[in-house]
């Protein structure tokens, strides 16, 4: 499940791309395959970081002068990369989970070169909203969601930092509901025979990526996306 749109975040051969909270890995290893550069990934969990090597190794190049692939235990608000040290930042669901999440913007900016290209996405404010009424359980847990961003407050966050604010869009739409079947039965959620059966479909629709289900998310992506997409470039050198 791929957030970021690289066709608005175009990468550039040669370019170093870091994946702040990656996770499982779906943005470091997808920003690997796309262009031939160096990919790094962060993340504070090492069982995220072990899972997201096991998927990338069959992928990886063995001594490879065109690509490079890493990733680090890391915390994002004290980054391991000198200032200016990046062309690309991706950081995909994250700022969500984070209290200082100003510091790991701050990070951010020094870490990207002048002119460096940076991608954040976060839970769009209202399908998150439902989310939060259904359930206290769906963000009151260790890593849970600690706030509800509004798209405008957090492009202003970044933009006071000399960033260009330049697209948007809004990615799974149909991942909304799922969520929401779980909130509304979180109790019972992993046996509710609704929830596994809409599972079934998102697995299907990511696997084999039919037309009908890619055209229909397309078309409700701006109206129920459970992710809001921003892309920015940071201002050049004086």
Known sequence: MQT?????????????V???GCGEGRHVIASYLEQEVESIGVDLCHGDLITTKEKATPFLEENSERRYFALSAANGLQLPFADNSFD???CSEV???IPDYEGVLAEIDRVLKPNGLFCASVPRFWPEAVCWHFSDAYHENEGGHLRIFLEKQLRRKIEERGFRFYHKHWAHALHSPYW???CADWKNKDNNKWIKAYHRLLVWDMMEQPWIT???EKCLNPVMGKSVVMYFKKAGAA
């Open 4 to 16: 970021v749109n690289y066709k608005k975040m175009p990468l550039n051969r040669g370019d170093r």
């Open 18 to 20: 870091l994946d702040l």
């Open 88 to 90: 690309k930042i991706i």
């Open 95 to 97: 700022l969500e989970h």
């Open 180 to 182: 929401w079947m779980q």
């Open 214 to 216: 890619r055209f229909t």
